[in-house]
């Protein structure tokens, strides 16, 4: 069973930044692709952003502001956003691809607002 928490999540200003956390269950170099992304009120979920072995994409609203990384030692994936505003206002999900199938964590908000 994978389990994945978020966290990192809350209110910050536009122009603020925020990094999210995605604390995964086991290791994160046995899943196919990880990645973020995010559902706003009344909105699809999309995609963030996405690394798959060496791979990274990145959505065109991230526009370099949005960074995704991780840590194989504490099988950990990052979303680090600079440049925030108040359109990324959405709830964050981390997603991993094991064997064709996504998981998904919780969720955690993040409000850009001032």
């Known amino acids: 069973q994978v389990q994945l928490v978020e966290s990192g999540g809350g209110l910050v200003q536009p122009g603020g930044s925020l990094r999210l956390s995605c604390a995964a269950s086991g290791s994160i170099f046995g899943f196919q692709a990880m990645g973020w992304y995010r559902q706003a009120p009344g909105k699809q979920r999309e995609l963030v952003a996405q690394?798959?072995?060496?791979?990274?994409n990145y959505a065109g609203f991230v526009k370099e502001r949005f960074t995704i990384s991780r840590d194989g030692a504490k099988n950990t994936l990052f979303l680090q956003m600079n440049s925030l505003k108040p359109e990324d206002t959405a709830v964050y999900y981390c997603s991993a691809l094991a064997s064709g199938y996504r998981h998904w964590g919780q969720g955690t908000q993040v409000t850009v607002s001032s």
């Open positions: 690394i798959s072995g060496s791979i990274i």
